[in-house]
């Protein structure tokens, strides 16, 4: 089915459930804007511990504001392609079963799901499968940010509208909606607390080795142009960056290669992952480099997933920063606001936090915005995705 009537009640419980914020930390309203990006919201100022309960009071929004997808006087069904990156990280999983939790068959959601294995030209089939199926929208997490005009103007001539999340694309905006974080502001914030980090603990010289993610991803983009900003102003050394694939074993195979060349020259290894973040330990473990809070060489990571925020309380990753992966409420907002006729926003941003172990900083300055960070706790990773 295509078009639907949902009333106006609906429409506006729709509305407070977009604000409602979504996943374990559902109390935080995304950023949204209908038109030119805006950078994520700053991470709230109190820690997990201290918020609300949060999860039950979204689930109660929830209850209020969904309607089921299902229409049950035709009993029809809303049928969903999502093109998925792939299973390459804790990350990605915890964003598939996000979407599949959400658009389940209970909710009145046929959801066909395809795994593109980290291939473009995959995933580029697996839409082009959507539109012979002909089904109702078509969620998109772009492998790689370029190359999506032509598909998405047969998205467009077949009328299937397009919900692209996490990742984006930046050469065609043949879409409703796209739901995700601001990877350029992730990498920002890594960049700047590195910088009072470095203060804090008197680092007279800061040699850096990044291990980036997947090429040509806007993850990989933004994070290495935000950090790189900070390093860029700050005449730190950038030793080398290498790709790893957004996989621990991409993590693990770099990290002994820099391990070998780069032997005492490093104090600094960024990885654009939790999973290659494990597998960079590993191989630092194996060569004898200590990491860590009481370690020589100083480790970043993004997402802060579960496993992460493990390391992190551990004192093996110094500072992790959030990338959250539960857009799917989001998204089944916009598919909502669509349903009943309206407009949905162009963009929503995820709420992100900046997690740490130690209590040396409480906050730093990200494009001019002060932004807490978040001393990692039992509470907080149990709540964690
Ligand atoms: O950081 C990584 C995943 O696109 C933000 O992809 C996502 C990234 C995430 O593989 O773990």
Redesign the pocket.
Known sequence: MKKKLVSAVLCAAMTATMLAGCGSKPAEAPATTTDTKTEAEAPAADDAAAEAPAADDAAADDTAAEAPADDTASGEVVTIGFAQ?GH??D??TASTKSCQTVFSAENGYDLQFVDCDNDSAKQIEAVRGFIQQQVDYIIIDPIVSTGWDTVLTECEEAGIPVIVI??TIDDSDKYVSWVG?NFKTEGLAAGEWLKAYAAAKGMEDVNVLVIE?STG?S?TIGRTDGFKEIADAEGWNIIDSQSGD?TQAGGQEVMESYCKSYEGQFNVVVCQ?D?EAFGAMEAMKNAGVSYGVDGDVVLIS??ACTAGLEEVMAGNITADFE?NPLAAPFVEDVIKTLQSGGTPEKEVFMVEHWYVKEDILSDITVNGEKQELTVVTQEIIDAQY
């Open positions: 990156v390459e990280s990350w990605r996490d990742r974080s993610g991803a993850a957004f992952n999973n993004f997402d990338c």
